[in-house]
């Protein structure tokens, strides 16, 4: 898997570094105990959002019962944001975990439809996505202005 190739070939888990940088950072939708709720700096598709444990698990079944409500809040929350913002938009989840790579970091990442692939995207699997992660965050908290009011 090429993900763990890339994982591999830092000194510490490229996750634990983004929930450390991001919880500080205006790309931060919400955060309880054990899970932070992101818009990512990479973000493929407007509005993505990304919910990460706090802590370097790399499966839902190493959860204990406090993670695992945890998780159900921060879906919950994330999930509220955008039908409050965006009205009831369909979207797509992934999760992600490998239960026999103590390596990897489990992460579920969320992805609102609100466009389709065009030509570009389908030829080079390059996305274009033209909503800042930073402004993603601020219009699913109900804070964005677009200054034409
Ligand atoms: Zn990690």
């Known amino acids: 898997m090429r993900e763990l190739k890339v994982i591999g070939s830092f000194s510490r888990c490229p996750y634990c570094d983004i929930v450390e940088k991001e919880s500080k950072s205006e790309r931060l939708l919400y955060e309880n105990e054990h899970f932070t709720v992101i818009a990512p700096y990479c973000s493929k ?18 959860f204990d019962q406090d993670q695992l409500d945890s998780l159900g809040k921060a879906i919950r929350s994330a999930l509220s944001c955008l039908r409050d913002n965006m009205g009831e938009i369909p979207y797509n989840y992934m999760f992600y975990q490998l239960r026999d790579e103590p390596g990897y970091h489990f992460n579920l990442k969320l992805q609102p439809v609100t466009t389709k692939a065009a030509g570009f995207e389908k030829n080079t699997d390059v996305y274009i996505n033209t909503m ?3 402004t993603a965050v601020k219009y699913l908290q109900g804070n964005f202005q677009d200054g034409s009011e």
């Open 45 to 62: 598709v407007p509005y993505e959002l990304w919910i990460l444990p706090k802590d370097h698990i790399n499966h839902i079944s190493s």
């Open 132 to 134: 800042p992660p930073e």
